[in-house]
Structure formats: structure tokens, C-alpha cells
């Protein structure tokens, strides 16, 4: 700020300056927050002064020209409006820009998060990721996820949880969780039986700390349940065994195989296995398995799309298929593998990179299995040599459909 300006301010704020000046003034007073600034430290100043003189002067006669004096006290009031005017401008104009670039960003943000997470089947690919992870970590336990795209390239994905028990699909509780970009913390879980799911458990075959793991109390609550009802079981092996080996046991049994636990390596070494790795009896599909028989493209919006399409799976042996169903277990590991940060949103206990290296140098093999079925059926087992141990999970009302 120049000192010239600086005096025309002086003069302005005594109400000495002349009518031209002041209107060029005033403009200038509108436009620039810092000259009213400055403005106003010269009229405090000024009203301090004549605070001071009023003091000094109290109780004195007026000096003559008190028309003039009334008229200076008017011009400054007049001039403090104006100040005042132009300052409430200034907030209201800033204010509406914060605003404006507010708006503008979350529309933008908006294109940005859909363009991104339909590019590429994203959306699709990261739903795939997460409910296979809780396939592979959780026994008997599926999700069916829901997207929903929100601003600032956040994406939020949610489901009910859902275990077979019986032949029905039960519900067994939630998962959500949200991203950014493709990254998020670890998803919640909230299961509708905390209690029940402390004793989805395995015992390893042939390991010293498993000894003591009695289970003749789960057979006592079997015989007790009444005849008309349906059961989860967790059975624990005796040996290793391969999947068409496990699948041709289980064929004469009316009972319903529902997950494998395999052995990853670590498994051994805990003995007690509360953290298993393992595949789902219904193989879990990718896109690029699936054969397309027909597809469809509708716009929904701006910027998105639905594409319906109707495909079918590989053909899959009830008890047989052994190979396939390994096979399509190692492709869901290194699916896992190639998104290890957002497989840990849904399982962050699981080791891919170690689990899929002893897999495939080892190959699958089978300490534990999850079935359901009758609960007279569930106690034929008790006299089968190559059941070790068995934990009884959920329990429904007769449902079964053989």
C-alpha cells in the first residue's frame, strides 16, 4: 500500500476528502479486505484521540462550530457503514467461493469414483476378492456382497453372512467394509451367534498338542438333540487324506459335505486349528471360468452401465472331481495372492504367499472336513475309524431334503 493512498485513507477517514476521491475511494475499499483493515486501525486510532480529548475537555463550553463537529460524527458513521458493507461483502463472497469449490470437487469426485471402479470389471474384481477370502478363511461360510459407490473415491461393500445347515441356507450374521481406491482397513464382522462360532475348530491328525481334545461330550449333545432336527459337524481326520479319497467316504452317508480344510503347512504346527485355510464343496467360480451364453449392455447413468449376462460353470462329479475342485482351490489362493492387501480386509490372518507355496509344492491334502445333515446320521460317524473328533456348530429344525 502506497503512502499517497495511505493519506487519501487519512483524509477519507477525517471526511476531508473531496466528493471525486471518496467515490474512488470507496470502490477501492470494496474490492480490497486489506485496505478496510487498515481503514479500520486508523478509525480506532481517530476515536481513541477524540475519546482522550472528550476526557480532557469535560466539563468545558464547546468551541464554536459544533454544526461542523455533528457533521464530521455523521460522515464517520456514514463511513463505517460502508467498511462494514464492504467486509460482510468480502465474507459472503469468500464464503460462496469455499462453497462453490466444495460442490465442484464432490461432483468431480463422483465422475472419478464410478469412472474408476467400472473400469476394467473393478467393482466385479474386488467383490470377487473379498468373498472369496471369506470363503477360503471361514468354514462354511458365504457372502453375497452388495456395491454401493459413494463420493470421494470411496467404495462400500456389504452382505449377509450365510452357513448350510441342513438344506438350508442360514443366516449366520454381516460383513461390510469400505475402500479407497481399491485399499481399506480390515472389514467388520458381526456373527449372529459369537458363542457358537468359538467352536468351529479341527484337530490336526497325529500331533502331541492336540491330545485331551476329548469329544465325547459333543457325541452326548448329538444323541440328546431330538430325531426331527439338522446339524452343523466339524470332523477332525485321522490321516491326511486327498479329495476324491474324502468325497468317495462321505458318498454313502446322508449328509451334505459343505467345506474342506486343507493342510497349508502351518496347520501341523498348531495342532488345535482355530484359523483354517480351506475350499468351500461348491467350487467358487471366477469370471473367467464361467462360459458367457448371453450378455446384454444397458446406461444407467452418465457414466455407468449394466451388462446382464447368462452363463454357465464347468460340470462338477457330486462325490468325484477331485482334481478340478484342487485346482479351482489354488486359482482362488493366487487371486488372493495378486490383491494381498484387500484379501486381508476380509481375512487378515491368512498367509497367502506361504500357504499357496506349500500347496503347490506339496499338493492339497485334507485334515478336516465341515458337513451337515440329519442328527442321526451325524452319529453314525461315531463308529467310523477316520473321524477323530468331531464339534458340533448350528442346529436347526428338520429341514433336510434328501
Known amino acids: ?80 457503514r460502508i467498511v462494514r458493507r464492504g467486509k460482510w461483502k468480502a465474507r459472503f463472497s469468500n464464503t460462496m467461493t469455499v462453497l462453490s469449490v466444495f460442490l465442484a470437487f464432490t461432483v468431480l469426485s463422483s465422475i472419478i469414483t464410478a469412472v474408476y471402479y467400472s473400469t476394467g470389471e473393478r467393482m466385479a474384481q474386488y467383490r470377487d476378492v473379498l468373498s472369496s477370502a471369506i470363503a477360503v478363511s471361514h468354514p462354511n461360510t458365504t457372502v453375497h456382497l452388495n456395491a454401493n459407490s459413494k463420493v470421494y473415491f470411496r467404495m462400500e461393500y456389504s452382505g449377509r453372512l450365510l452357513k448350510q445347515v441342513g438344506s438350508d441356507q442360514v443366516d449366520a450374521g454381516s460383513y461390510s467394509t469400505r475402500l479407497l481406491f481399491g485399499l481399506g482397513g480390515v ?9 457358537t462360532s468359538q467352536n468351529h475348530m479341527f484337530i490336526f491328525p497325529q500331533n502331541n498338542q492336540s491330545q485331551g481334545m476329548e469329544d465325547s461330550g459333543e457325541w452326548e449333545r448329538l444323541e ?66 464361467m462360459t458367457v451364453q448371453a450378455r446384454t449392455t444397458e446406461k444407467s447413468g452418465w457414466f455407468t452401465r449394466v451388462t446382464s449376462s447368462s452363463s454357465t460353470s464347468p460340470s462338477v462329479e457330486a462325490y468325484g472331481s477331485g482334481e478340478l475342485r484342487e485346482e479351482n482351490f489354488l486359482k482362488t489362493l493366487r487371486l488372493l495372492q495378486e490383491y494381498k492387501t484387500l484379501s486381508r480386509n476380509a481375512a487378515p490372518f491368512l498367509k497367502v504367499d506361504e500357504s499357496l507355496s506349500y500347496l503347490e509344492k506339496h499338493g492339497v491334502h485334507l485334515y478336516g472336513a465341515v458337513i451337515t445333515g440329519p442328527v442321526k446320521e451325524l452319529l453314525k460317524l461315531q463308529a467310523s475309524p477316520w473321524v477323530k473328533n468331531i464339534r458340533i456348530g448350528e442346529v436347526r429344525l428338520w429341514n433336510w431334503r434328501d
Open 187 to 195: 472389514g467388520t464382522y458381526n456373527w449372529t451367534d459369537e458363542q
Open 224 to 289: 440328546k438333540l431330538p430325531e426331527g432336527t439338522v446339524a452343523e459337524a466339524y470332523l477332525s481326520f485321522d490321516q491326511l487324506y486327498g479329495t476324491d479319497e474324502l468325497l468317495k467316504k462321505l458318498e454313502p452317508l446322508n449328509v451334505l459335505p459343505v467345506w474342506f480344510a486343507a493342510d497349508d503347512g502351518t496347520s501341523a504346527q498348531n495342532g488345535v486349528v482355530t484359523t483354517p485355510l480351506g475350499f468351500p464343496y461348491h467350487p467358487i467360480w471366477h469370471a473367467d471360468d
Open 1 to 80: 500500500m502506497s503512502d499517497a493512498f495511505k493519506e487519501k485513507l487519512r483524509k477519507y477517514s477525517e471526511g476531508s476528502l473531496p466528493e471525486e476521491e471518496r467515490a474512488e475511494v470507496e470502490q477501492e475499499l470494496e474490492k480490497l479486505e486489506v485496505y478496510q483493515g487498515y481503514l479500520d486501525e486508523l478509525m480506532e486510532q481517530e476515536d481513541e484521540q477524540s475519546a482522550r480529548k472528550a476526557e480532557w475537555n469535560r466539563g468545558q463550553v464547546a468551541p464554536q462550530g459544533g454544526d461542523y463537529t455533528l457533521t464530521k460524527k455523521k460522515s464517520h458513521s456514514r463511513e463505517k
